[in-house]
């Protein structure tokens, strides 16, 4: 018999994470060791934010370098995971009435593959991406999500990934800045609704206001914790293995909901 599987979303802070040995890819790696070995993983990143929902279905995803700016160290990275054909039919399947393109030409973004070479280096993990569309509101993420629950008892590792505070706009670049008040308060405000299960407090966001507003500028990099959420369900038991903000405005709150 299958294990349930859990969910889990990581905050995925810089692509040079991708190459780097540090708190959070150190807690990414304990992770991928800790959980059950997945048959496959549904991955919603940040990075893939358009104007209708798809899903990623060839045999062997490209990996996109979609940044520019970095050392070409991380340019000659790859993550040669397969694709899931199969996966890509069921997520149509589960996701119905819902319209889901079988998408040909995405592959694996930095938001998937600089936190999987992490989490299971050996890229032997079939990995399918799912657009997130830009036109849909928060509770219908979630509900998205929840749709998609019945993957863990098939042995899919649904993960999200993103950053609950992302504003670079408000960056300090400097590695010992410390968090705006802002960017803590919003931070710690979710970490807690989650550890008391409000699910309802995270899709509703915007009630925290300004913070929320400086927090969440864009909603690309926060939504993918709600995908996460909604596959959990309200009753899971949830953990976050690492945390923190970075350069003043980017969180690193990871959320494992088991």
């Not at 919603?44 to 940044?67: C, E, K, L």
């Not at 069921?90 to 319209?99: I, T």
């Not at 505070?165 to 590695?175: A, D, G, K, S, T």
Request: net charge negative; aromatic share 8%.
């Amino acid at each position: 018999m299958t294990s349930r599987m859990p969910t889990v979303f990581i905050g995925h802070g810089s692509p040079m994470n991708a190459v780097e040995l540090n708190t959070h890819t150190s807690a990414w790696r304990a992770l991928g060791e800790s959980l059950p070995k997945p048959k496959a993983i549904l991955a919603i990143s940040a990075h893939w934010y358009a104007n209708g929902t798809a899903v990623t279905a060839m045999t062997q995803p490209r990996t996109i370098h979609d940044f520019y700016g970095f050392p070409s160290e991380l340019f000659a990275q790859r993550y040669a995971a397969p694709g899931s054909p199969a996966l890509a039919s069921r997520v149509q399947e589960l996701l119905g009435p819902v319209p889901v393109a079988a998408d040909q030409q995405w592959g694996l973004d930095h938001g998937t593959w600089s936190v999987l070479t992490h989490v299971y280096p050996q890229a032997d993990i079939p990995v399918v991406q799912l657009s997130i569309d830009a036109t849909l509101s928060n509770a219908a993420h979630y509900e998205l999500g929840a749709q998609l629950a019945a993957l863990r008892d098939e042995g899919v590792l649904i993960f999200g990934s993103g950053n609950v505070v992302h504003n670079l706009r408000r960056i300090q670049w400097n590695p010992s800045a410390a968090g705006w008040p802002w960017a803590t308060t919003f931070n710690d405000g979710i970490r807690e609704a989650l550890a008391r299960g409000d699910h309802q407090f995270a899709i509703d966001y915007e009630q925290l206001g300004e913070d929320a507003r400086l927090a969440v500028p864009t909603p690309e990099h926060y939504l993918p914790l709600l995908y996460v959420l909604g596959a959990g369900g309200a009753q899971s038991e949830v953990s976050f293995p690492t945390d923190g903000i970075e350069l003043g405005s980017i969180s690193m709150l990871t959320v494992l909901c088991s």
